[in-house]
């Protein structure tokens, strides 16, 4: 596929943020926002598949801040409120906050557009792809995400070189990978592993990087359910480890316009492992929309 993205930086809040712009330049504005511990790339299969069967969209995906290429803002905690804060101020800088865009977030990336909403962001429709639907302690492998919180806690006593190191280890990324993938297809699951041996530690310290695992395993979108009100396409795989698709069919129940889609034999990594299934949804659910 013909690479048709273009690098660029915006300034929210005194800080750069890089971010990557995926079809037309001056086409309907579609947001992304990656997961924890991902940048751009995690999401590019997507945008560069529904710009190619809808050219006349404008897909932007950022770097979150302090992963990626986005620098870390200095004294600040990179909790859920200031990544929510840092939506807000990244639309505004692209120009769009009177609205007029539509935005997507993946799993840690459900969580920071939720919470965005409660602070008054204001797309025209919204999908959230694996949303954080349940606690991550009650989930179907709750057992492993015990295991992750004690991973992030021995981490945080080490001093920054020394736990730098096991954060990134590739052992540690690997088993993360291994963990998360449920294809059967051996290239694509030795595509995945390499994405994440190439992207999952990017971050820029390991301050951060804690900071957000913190965020990331404290809250469910389903606490910002009142503030999702514009149309909101849910977009799940049945074998997500994260959370169940019985906390996904609740969450459906308690927004005020959802559609809930559902990938089967997919885990939490809809992105890689589904991506023209969820591209194909989500232009039903944009084109709908637009007619109405």
Avoid: C
């Avoid at 792809?129 to 709750?142: F, K, R, T, V």
């Avoid at 480890?241 to 885990?267: E, F, K």
């Amino acid at each position: 596929m013909q690479d048709t993205s273009e690098r660029f930086q915006v300034i929210v809040d005194s800080v750069p943020t890089t971010a990557w712009q995926y079809g037309a330049p001056d086409g309907q504005p579609l947001i992304f926002v990656h997961g924890f511990r991902g940048d751009h790339h995690g999401l590019e299969g997507l945008a560069e598949s529904i710009t190619a069967q809808a050219p006349e969209l404008r897909v932007i995906v950022p770097d979150l801040p302090g992963f990626g290429e986005s620098e870390a803002a200095p004294g600040k905690v990179h909790d859920l409120d200031f990544y929510g804060e840092w939506l807000r101020g990244f639309v505004a800088a692209l120009g769009l906050a009177d609205g007029g865009y539509a935005i997507l977030g993946h799993s840690f990336g459900s969580l920071i557009v939720a919470n965005s909403l409660s602070q008054g962001l204001t797309p025209t429709n919204v999908t959230l792809i694996n949303p954080i639907a349940s606690p991550a302690l009650e989930g179907p492998q709750a057992l492993m995400t015990g295991l992750a919180v004690g991973y992030y806690r021995v981490a945080e006593r080490l001093p920054e070189p020394a736990s730098r190191t096991l954060l990134g280890h590739p052992l540690i990324v690997r088993a993360m990978s291994e963990f998360m993938a449920k294809t059967r297809d051996k290239h694509l699951r030795a595509w995945i592993h390499d994405q994440h041996d190439r992207y999952f530690s990017n971050f820029a310290d390991s301050n951060t990087l804690l900071q957000a695992f913190r965020a990331s395993v404290s809250h469910t979108v389903g606490e910002y359910a009142h503030s999702i009100t514009a149309p909101t396409l849910l977009i799940v795989g049945d074998r997500d480890d994260i959370t169940p698709l019985s906390a996904q069919l609740v969450l459906s129940h308690r927004l005020a316009d959802a559609t809930l889609r559902v990938m089967p034999g997919v885990g939490h990594l809809v992105h890689y492992e589904a991506v023209e299934p969820a591209v194909a949804e989500m232009l039903t659910f944009l084109r709908a929309r637009q007619t109405r």
